[in-house]
């Protein structure tokens, strides 16, 4: 009887929780058919440019396996591959073919080398190609081509976790309808709670970022302090996205509930997962995804070496993501007092 009595209420309170119940029900069916297109999506071929190359072996390179690209000269072929619009040059110096890749996707570089193995092959069984990098080496391994996707998602999710339930905490014990009594304004609110916040996250940005490069020896070819800026401004956003969203939750277990719908659909756009292979209007989602700027200039800075001037659009982004939320909260503190 006491245990009938007991399931019962467990049962009530769950009917009685609609945010639980989609949860436990709905969640699990979003983020698999997240799963399903994403996994499900295009092949993804390397691009390949040619110069100089005669037109029986660049028709022996398999159409299904890469996209080929015929350039007038080695100039223009080289800058398309700075741009990012080429994974490899391919090219004969000296009647010798050269493989010239862009270095920072271990697994594209296989995918290059295998796609125009069978070429050279053909009609030089014993030559071998000269292979050089435009970034990276051939040591380059997968963690160091993922390494910095996953210093930025640790981060925003840590500070995401952390800055959503000390919120709250402040919220359910009193302390924050007892400060809102007092003349203070809610952007003062707001703005001391972001920076005393943001001490520890600048310090937790720091920890990760050193420890990833120095002791984890994680590919390292930009500016520590652009890493370290970027780094700062993922977890920024992740602080008041986590502020804000702790206004709508009741207890820390509602703070977890946002985590498959804030925090999981974000990992598939960060780069960890090759947006190319998504369908064109999946990829889309990836604009409002602020895991997505901060890991494509985590990526630009450590693998490929580039300077602030080749990632200011992500920190403009990421800075607009941040006072937007923070201006939501103060919005969102109105549920609090009426000023």
């Known amino acids: 009887m006491r245990t009938r009595a007991l399931a ?5 309170q769950f009917v009685r929780d609609k945010r639980t119940l989609a949860l436990l029900f709905l969640a699990p069916l979003l983020v698999l058919t997240l799963m399903h297109f994403v996994f499900n999506g295009q092949q993804v071929k390397p691009d390949i440019g040619t110069v100089g190359i005669p037109a029986p072996m660049t028709d022996r390179i398999d159409p299904d396996g890469a996209h080929v690209t015929s350039y ?19 090219s004969l110096e000296g009647g010798k073919p050269s493989i010239l890749l862009e270095g920072s996707d271990p697994s594209m570089n296989k995918a290059v080398m295998l ?32 390494g910095p996707v996953l210093i930025g998602f640790f981060s925003f999710f840590f500070v995401f976790l952390l800055a959503g339930v000390a919120f709250l905490r402040e919220r359910t014990t009193g302390t924050l309808e007892r400060l809102l009594a007092t003349p203070i304004r809610r952007s003062e609110v707001v703005a001391g709670y ?13 920890l990760i970022a050193w420890f990833s490069i120095d ?30 969203l702790s206004s709508f939750a009741g207890s820390e277990f509602q703070i977890i509930q946002f985590i498959p719908l804030v925090i999981v659909p974000q990992v598939f756009f960060s780069g960890l997962f090759n947006l190319e292979a998504m369908d064109p209007w999946l990829q889309k989602l990836s604009y409002i995804m602020p895991l997505y700027y901060g890991a ?44």
């Open 8 to 12: 019962t209420r467990i049962i009530s």
């Open 72 to 90: 007038a000269n080695r100039e223009e072929a080289e800058q398309a591959l700075r741009d990012g619009k080429l994974d490899a040059v391919f």
């Open 115 to 146: 796609v125009l193995q069978k070429s050279i092959q053909a009609d030089m069984l014993t030559i071998q190609p000269a292979v050089s990098y435009l970034h990276g080496n051939e040591d380059l391994s997968s963690f160091d081509s993922f």
């Open 194 to 206: 972001l920076l005393g916040f943001g001490l520890f996250t600048l310090l937790q940005a720091s």
């Open 215 to 244: 002791v984890l020896g994680l590919y390292m070819d930009g500016s520590i302090w652009l890493v370290l800026l970027m780094n700062l401004l993922l977890t920024l956003t992740a602080l008041t996205l986590g502020t804000l």
């Open 296 to 339: 494509d200039a985590m990526r630009g800075i450590m693998l490929r070496g580039e300077g602030f001037d080749d990632i200011e659009t992500d920190v403009y982004v990421l800075l607009g993501f941040s006072v937007a939320f923070a201006l939501l909260n103060v919005v969102a503190l109105r549920k609090q007092r009426a000023i």
